[in-house]
């Protein structure tokens, strides 16, 4: 069955260090999203991509924050200076809309603990 | 906005045991989504519910959803400690492809 892969697991690094969190859609799916959550809250999102540009995004997508799909099958965000507070679980889903509904599928997700 | 909220945070029930987890949202919308989260794992889907009295089930867990209250419930019958995780729903936003915003989560715990 077609899943959603994500990488690294676990990516540990240094205030203010740039990291690049990569994920690889279903391989149909147009709609790709990135959510995070926070240790022991809910799940939160972060913006969603489609046709190679960003659909929608919240509050806590400022500018440190961007997405690209460089190619046909990764699609990556990236924070540019990464502070204590963006230590959470990042979950990437990717969905093929049907008429009706928009059923996501998550990856594995990607910890990042920020030092 | 929409606001999304579950109730119970966190519950304990025995084995055998049955319950109902409450999920209230603040504005219109017909999809309406359930996931299971184990620790330290992915968002797994349980059900899609996509109008007014949408009614599934699947083994033990049984959600339905009442648009015009904008309630969904997640009712678990005879619970088993497989069961023990944390239960989220999420909500669609009107549109294409639209986010979801999730509730707050229900910490399910199965004692036996």
């Known amino acids: 069955e077609p899943e959603v892969t994500q990488t690294p697991s676990h990516q540990v690094t240094q205030m203010g260090q740039e990291v690049i969190l990569r994920c690889v859609p279903i391989?149909?799916?147009?709609?790709f999203y990135w959510y995070r959550q926070i240790l022991g809250q809910k799940v939160e999102f972060l913006v969603s991509f489609y046709n190679n540009e960003i659909s929608e995004k919240s509050e806590i997508f400022d500018d440190q924050f961007s997405v690209e799909r460089p190619d046909g099958s990764n699609f990556t965000l990236k924070i540019r200076s990464t502070k204590l507070e963006d230590s959470a679980m990042y979950f990437c889903?990717?969905?093929?809309?049907?008429?009706?509904?928009?059923?996501?599928?998550f990856g594995p997700g990607t910890r990042l603990t920020v030092l | 906005e929409l606001k999304v909220e579950q109730n119970p945070l966190f519950l304990s029930m025995q084995e055998g045991k049955n319950y109902t987890i409450y999920c209230n949202y603040s504005t219109t919308s017909d999809r309406l989504y359930w996931y299971r989260q184990d620790p330290g794992k992915s968002l797994e889907s349980l059900f899609v519910l996509l109008s007014n009295g949408a009614v599934k089930q699947e083994g033990r867990l049984m959600a339905s959803l009442d648009t015009k209250a904008r309630l969904s419930t997640l009712h678990i019958t005879a619970a088993v400690h497989d069961l023990s995780a944390t239960y989220f729903c999420a909500v669609e936003s009107a549109g294409t492809a639209s986010k979801l915003t999730f509730g707050t989560g229900t910490r399910l715990q199965v004692t036996l």
């Open positions: 391989s149909n799916h147009l709609y």
């Open positions: 889903a990717s969905s093929y809309p049907g008429q009706i509904y928009n059923e996501q599928f």
